[in-house]
């Protein structure tokens, strides 16, 4: 049987920086990824966090505007306008498409058209099954760890690291995060007013049956990406209406005056409820969406998946010699980055919703305040003292004034 020391599963941002750095640390790598063009059928509005590329060495063309501005819709409708970063746009066709090639240059083996079917470890070794749908084989190859990054709708039932026992990694209540999401690339006859294209926007609005939605409008070289996300399932001509009556009101304020020649509709299933409890088992490590590292507030989840791909790569490589204790290693570094602040913000989702008017509070906070936004992007490992007492004391005065709604 094929052995390796690392398979990944899936290559978005989270499996691609997995591969590339592990390679680079010497780790055999092997990438099973199930779509033909890497990128292609993700539902994404690709909005990357200042500094992104610098941080994770990806070239710059990938950018395909830096966005000063963050608006901040509330249910009203009014418009809350932040001034931060800048933030970058790009497309997930070329954002993981760039990382996959960066993993190929590093020595990873990136083999798509790979859909993962099972595990089955003894926490040694773990054979990975899946069907090789250009072969139409199924197939097996071993390795000392697996890295499972396959995002929202992975399957973690074939996860087995003891004999006859179900899989510790599966989390009861991950149907009640999954999101129903639709997008809209708008492509036009000539460019839309010029703010858009210096803007990332962000809609909260309820839909018509009274559940919570998420918008966006991120600005793309030929293109706009409109969509929206909401939790739960919508049937599908629900979810249409309620983009298009989304997409009209972008429409009159962006682009009244040019001619839509063309619309490529997107639809998926994303996440935006609490991390996974578990980020590991026995060798097998979980990454990305998959471990459910996306901020509620936004249902992003790119900075996350790509750090943890890159505290994976650096746990495996520095412990060798047991599997298992690296992915323990990784499980702990990943829930200290990342847990606390994931869970506040579903906490503050939640918070939000059950008083509609609080949004509108919390905007106008945001944007009298840029550095309480900065504050808030960060993660708690990067904190200075003084970054968490301003925190602090803004998150008081929000909560004092949101008890008045």
């Given at each position: 049987m094929e052995t390796v020391d690392l398979v990944v599963i899936g290559c978005g941002?989270?499996?691609?920086?997995?591969?590339?750095?592990?390679?680079?640390?010497?780790?055999?790598?092997?990438?099973?990824?199930?779509?033909?063009?890497?990128?292609?059928?993700?539902?994404?509005?690709?909005?990357?966090?200042?500094?992104?590329?610098?941080?994770?060495?990806?070239?710059?063309?990938?950018?395909?505007?830096?966005?000063?501005?963050?608006?901040?819709?509330?249910?009203?409708?009014?418009?809350?306008?932040?001034?931060?970063?800048?933030?970058?746009?790009?497309?997930?066709?070329?954002?993981?498409?760039?990382?996959?090639?960066?993993?190929?240059?590093?020595?990873?083996?990136?083999?798509?058209?790979?859909?993962?079917?099972?595990?089955?470890?003894?926490?040694?070794?773990?054979?990975?099954?899946?069907?090789?749908?250009?072969?139409?084989?199924?197939?097996?190859?071993a390795a000392r760890n697996v890295f499972v990054a396959s995002g929202a709708t992975?399957?973690?039932?074939?996860?087995?690291?003891?004999?006859?026992?179900?899989?510790?990694?599966?989390?009861?209540?991950?149907?009640?995060?999954?999101?129903?999401?639709?997008?809209?690339?708008?492509?036009?006859?000539?460019?839309?007013?010029?703010?858009?294209?210096?803007?990332?926007?962000?809609?909260?609005?309820?839909?018509?049956?009274?559940?919570?939605?998420?918008?966006?409008?991120?600005?793309?070289?030929?293109?706009?990406?409109?969509g929206l996300g909401l939790v739960g399932k919508l049937p599908g001509l629900e979810?249409?209406?309620?983009?298009?009556?989304?997409?009209?009101?972008?429409?009159?304020?962006?682009?009244?005056?040019?001619?839509?020649?063309?619309?490529?509709?997107?639809?998926?299933?994303?996440?935006?409820?609490?991390?996974?409890?578990?980020?590991?088992?026995?060798?097998?490590?979980?990454?990305?969406?998959?471990?459910?590292?996306?901020?509620?507030?936004?249902?992003?989840?790119?900075?996350?998946?790509?750090?943890?791909?890159?505290?994976?790569?650096?746990?495996?490589?520095?412990?060798?010699?047991?599997?298992?204790?690296?992915?323990?290693?990784?499980?702990?570094?990943?829930?200290?980055?990342?847990?606390?602040?994931?869970?506040?913000?579903?906490?503050?989702?939640?918070?939000?919703?059950?008083?509609?008017?609080?949004?509108?509070?919390?905007?106008?906070?945001?944007?009298?305040?840029?550095?309480?936004?900065?504050?808030?992007?960060?993660?708690?490992?990067?904190?200075?003292?003084?970054?968490?007492?301003?925190?602090?004391?803004?998150?008081?005065?929000?909560?004092?004034?949101?008890?008045?709604?």
């Amino acid at each position: 049987m094929e052995t390796v020391d690392l398979v990944v599963i899936g290559c978005g941002p989270a499996g691609a920086t997995a591969a590339r750095e592990a390679a680079r640390r010497g780790l055999e790598t092997v990438v099973l990824e199930k779509d033909a063009v890497i990128g292609a059928k993700r539902v994404c509005a690709a909005g990357l966090r200042p500094g992104f590329c610098e941080e994770f060495d990806l070239p710059r063309d990938i950018v395909h505007f830096d966005t000063s501005r963050l608006a901040l819709f509330d249910n009203d409708g009014r418009e809350h306008e932040v001034l931060f970063g800048p933030g970058h746009t790009s497309t997930r066709e070329e954002l993981d498409g760039t990382m996959a090639a960066l993993a190929v240059r590093e020595g990873a083996d990136i083999r798509t058209h790979s859909l993962f079917r099972s595990i089955e470890s003894d926490g040694k070794r773990a054979v990975v099954e899946y069907a090789d749908a250009i072969a139409g084989q199924r197939k097996q190859i071993a390795a000392r760890n697996v890295f499972v990054a396959s995002g929202a709708t992975v399957n973690l039932a074939g996860v087995r690291t003891e004999p006859d026992a179900a899989s510790r990694l599966e989390y009861d209540r991950w149907r009640d995060g999954l999101m129903t999401t639709l997008q809209y690339r708008v492509y036009l006859d000539a460019p839309a007013i010029d703010i858009a294209y210096r803007t990332l926007e962000l809609h909260y609005y309820p839909s018509r049956d009274g559940r919570q939605i998420v918008a966006w409008m991120f600005p793309k070289r030929d293109h706009l990406a409109i969509g929206l996300g909401l939790v739960g399932k919508l049937p599908g001509l629900e979810l249409r209406a309620e983009l298009d009556a989304f997409t009209e009101r972008v429409r009159t304020r962006l682009y009244a005056h040019r001619r839509v020649v063309a619309i490529k509709e997107e639809g998926h299933l994303l996440y935006g409820g609490d991390p996974r409890p578990r980020f590991s088992d026995g060798n097998v490590l979980l990454g990305g969406t998959a471990a459910g590292l996306v901020d509620a507030t936004n249902g992003e989840g790119i900075y996350e998946a790509a750090m943890s791909g890159r505290l994976a790569a650096e746990a495996l490589a520095e412990d060798r010699s047991d599997p298992v204790r690296a992915a323990a290693r990784y499980a702990g570094r990943v829930g200290s980055q990342f847990v606390r602040r994931l869970v506040h913000r579903v906490q503050l989702m939640r918070f939000m919703e059950n008083r509609p008017a609080r949004y509108a509070l919390l905007f106008e906070q945001l944007s009298r305040f840029p550095r309480f936004a900065d504050a808030l992007q960060k993660d708690d490992g990067v904190r200075t003292l003084r970054d968490k007492a301003w925190l602090y004391g803004q998150a008081l005065w929000f909560a004092v004034r949101a008890a008045r709604c």
